[in-house]
Every structure is written in structure tokens, then in C-alpha cells.
């Protein structure tokens, strides 16, 4: 029996970035390495990927707009029908590039903005003027006509600062916001542990995103949090500005977990390695030496971890295991055992 396949794909071009982000989850420096898929790789995957009937395509990396022929790869997947979309730090955007990736087919870009100020930003962003120059970014795409979202990592550090960075949102035209949600993976690991939640904390930012959502004009997101969702459902959470339908289609929403599900997400990585998701960092397979649809149909690792009646300890035992199923990524980024509880759930069983 075939498994559908994911609704969404990552693709992390280059580990090339210009900016130096201590939770990196792809561990990105300021070169790119030297095992990336060539051009020609690249736009075999793009082919494979609307072959497969791929829903949506983010395009990251590291930096994307690092990478020479990312034009080119664009074009390949958009003219495929691919819905491809960026992810990118902003800084390296004027209108001349929002107005060339709009036309070569980038339906929105996702850039991120990780502090209400400079200062905050900046110091998580690893260079100083990264906050300003990704500013300038985001005015140039809105002068271009090129739709975007704001991406802020949730941490200790900008707690306070998290209704201003709805606010930012707001204001600068953006039409959605992304809070993801801090895992222990690349180089969090080592440089960020400190700043994760502890579930106290995170109760109360997901349960106040919850109630912020009945009257903010645009859609939150909360990747790598699939508690979040059942705030939404519990407390019938109605939005003013738009129909209640369109949070059904935010992650986990009544699916748990995405990672390495049909319909879900899976990502593949610079040198075509296949992980399930951008923090769970897992190989399974490259697409180097088989399809993406074969990696996804044989990984005996995603058969396990599609198996829901696997899960352990509290997520095992939890009436919503189905629905949420808690992260697969922290759990096993934290504890080595991906099927294990995760360690960020706040909920009783």
C-alpha cells in the first residue's frame, strides 16, 4: 500500500550563512560544504518533489540567498507546480531580489525576526545590524509585493518581548507569524540549552498565543509544539478577523506530530541526507542514492514512528496521542528514543 506523501518538504539548500544564529539547527557556518547537491542534483530533486505530489516546498538552509542558483532552482520547482516558498534570515534582500524571487516563483517568504529590538535580535543572530538590515529586508519585500511571515524563536530570553514581537508582526505588514518552539537540536545543543521552556513556561506562552489569537488580525503558528492546537480546541477559540477554518490548517492541528507523515513534513538536507523534520536529525536515507518517495516508502524508521500505539510513558497513555503525539523531535533529541514522552508536555494523562 502506497503512503501518501508529506504535504510539506524542507529543502536546506547550503549550509553557506552569513550570519552566525546560536540555535542553528543545521549547524550552518559561512561557507558552504563541500558534499552539497550540485545544480543538477538540485533540480532532479525539484522534479522528484512535484512528481511526488508535494503540497508546499520551503527553501532555507542556512542562508538560501547564499546560493548561486537559487533562482534557477526556484524556477525548476515553481514551473513543476511546486508552491515553493523561502526561509531567510532577510538581511541580504533589497527590492531588486524581492522583486527577481517573486517573479521566478516564490509565492511568500518566511524571515526571521528573533527580538522585538536590536539588542536581542542581534545577540541570538550572532552579528551586530543584523536586526536592522533585516528591516530593510522586510520593507523591501513589502515595496515588492512579495508576501511574508515573521519567524521568532520562543526562548527564556525574549518571554518578555513576545507581545511586542506579535505587535512587530502586525504592523510591518506581515501574514502570518511563526513561534517556534526551541529544541535541543544542532547547535542549540550546545549553545542555547539554557534557553529552552521548561513546561511551566511554556503552558503559559502557548496558553496566552491561544488567547491572542481571538483577536489578532493574522494567523499564529506555533512549529514544534503540538499542544498548542489543542489550547485552540479547548478553549473554542473563535478568531475575529478571518473564518475559524483557517486554524485547521496551522500545524498538528488534529494530525500531532508532522515528522516523517503522510500529508505531514520531512526535510532534506545540503548533501541530500533525509531527516524527519529540521529537529529531528535522523538519517534516513539520501537522495543521492534512491528517489524521496522510495526513502519514504522503506525507512524502517518512519514505519516505526508511524505506528502511534508505539509511543511511550505519558504520550503512550495520553487520550490525545493521536491528535498530538507530542514532539517526536524533542523527545528525541532529549532522550535518544524517539518514541519516547517529550519531555516539553505540560499536559496531565
Given amino acids: 500500500m502506497t503512503t501518501a506523501p508529506p504535504f510539506m518538504v524542507s529543502y536546506g539548500i547550503t549550509t553557506k550563512c552569513n550570519l552566525k544564529c546560536k540555535h542553528c539547527y543545521s549547524d550552518s557556518v559561512d561557507h558552504p560544504a563541500s558534499d552539497e547537491l550540485s545544480t543538477a542534483e538540485a533540480l532532479r530533486l525539484m522534479d522528484d518533489l512535484a512528481d511526488w505530489g ?48 517573486r517573479e521566478a516563483g516564490v509565492m511568500a517568504v518566511a524571515i526571521s525576526v528573533d527580538g522585538a529590538d536590536a539588542q536581542t535580535h542581534d545577540s541570538f543572530r550572532g552579528i551586530s545590524g543584523t536586526f536592522q538590515q533585516t528591516m530593510k529586508g522586510i520593507a523591501a519585500c513589502r515595496s515588492a509585493g512579495l508576501p511574508f511571515q515573521l519567524n521568532t524563536v520562543i526562548r527564556k530570553e525574549n518571554l ?38 521548561d513546561p511551566p513556561e511554556r503552558q503559559r506562552v502557548m496558553e496566552w498565543l491561544a488567547q491572542s489569537q481571538r483577536d489578532c488580525p493574522i494567523i499564529i503558528r506555533v512549529p514544534a509544539c ?101 514532539c517526536r523531535g524533542r523527545a528525541y533529541e532529549e532522550t535518544g528514543d524517539m518514541m519516547a514522552t517529550d519531555p516539553g508536555c505540560w499536559f496531565p494523562t
Fill in 54 to 101: 508535494v503540497g508546499l516546498l520551503i527553501i532555507d538552509g542556512g542562508e538560501p540567498l547564499c546560493r548561486d542558483d537559487l533562482v534557477d532552482i526556484v524556477k525548476r520547482a515553481s514551473s513543476k507546480g511546486l508552491r515553493t516558498t523561502l526561509g531567510t534570515n532577510g538581511t541580504l534582500i533589497d527590492q531588486t531580489t524581492a522583486k527577481k524571487l
Fill in 160 to 197: 518578555p518581548q513576545l507581545e511586542d514581537s506579535l505587535r512587530l508582526a502586525i504592523d510591518c505588514g506581515a501574514n502570518a507569524v511563526e513561534f517556534f518552539d526551541l529544541v535541543a537540536a544542532g547547535r542549540a545543543k550546545q549553545e542555547c540549552k539554557s534557553q529552552i521552556l
Fill in 226 to 326: 503540538p499542544m498548542y492546537p489543542l489550547l485552540l480546541q479547548q478553549k473554542h477559540v473563535q478568531p475575529k478577523h478571518f473564518p475559524a477554518e483557517m486554524l485547521h490548517r496551522i500545524p498538528y492541528y488534529r494530525r500531532g506530530c508532522a515528522a516523517g507523515m503522510p500529508m505531514g513534513y520531512v526535510l532534506v538536507r545540503a548533501n541530500g541526507e533525509v531527516n524527519p523534520c529540521m529537529v529531528f536529525q535522523i538519517n534516513l536515507g539520501s537522495v543521492r542514492e534512491q528517489g524521496i518517495a522510495s526513502i519514504w516508502e522503506n525507512s524502517p524508521v518512519l514505519a516505526e514512528l508511524r505506528k502511534k500505539d508505539s509511543l511511550k510513558g505519558r504520550c503512550g497513555d495520553c487520550a490525545y496521542k493521536v491528535t498530538c503525539s507530542g
